[in-house]
Nanobody, 123 residues
């Protein structure tokens, strides 16, 4: 059974930083793509960043480029989202996502979701 467990959310002031973690279990990580999505109140869930395990290729949404970085952990099956220079518009529930093989191209291509972790950016 595939499980994705997020951690690291919280309350931070504008300009601050947070690091989200996602621990994956029950899947063959070497062929998977892991990603972060977010959903703000009243808005659709949107792609934030993705990491393709087989070749280490990453992608980031334009809205977070230069501020957020997705990476893999030293321990197997861990993926991080380092978020710097946070803005109030980054406030959302952040979800870890996995696709067992191939590339995540949108919400409908995701095979598994985590439960989400709240990130609130406010002064």
């Amino acid at each position: 059974q595939v499980q994705l467990v997020e951690s690291g959310g919280g309350l931070v002031q504008p300009g601050g930083s947070l690091r989200l973690s996602c621990a994956a279990s029950g899947l063959t990580i070497n062929f998977a793509t892991m990603a972060w999505f977010r959903q703000a109140p009243g808005k659709e869930r949107e792609f934030v960043a993705g990491y393709r395990w087989i070749d280490g290729r990453t992608s980031h949404a334009d809205s977070v480029k230069g501020r957020f970085t997705i990476s893999r952990g030293n321990a197997k099956n861990l993926v991080y989202l380092q978020m710097n220079n946070l803005k109030t518009e980054d406030t959302a529930i952040y979800y870890c996502a996995a696709k067992l093989s191939g590339t995540i191209v949108g919400i409908t291509s995701v095979d598994y979701w985590g439960q989400g972790t709240q990130v609130t950016v406010s002064s």
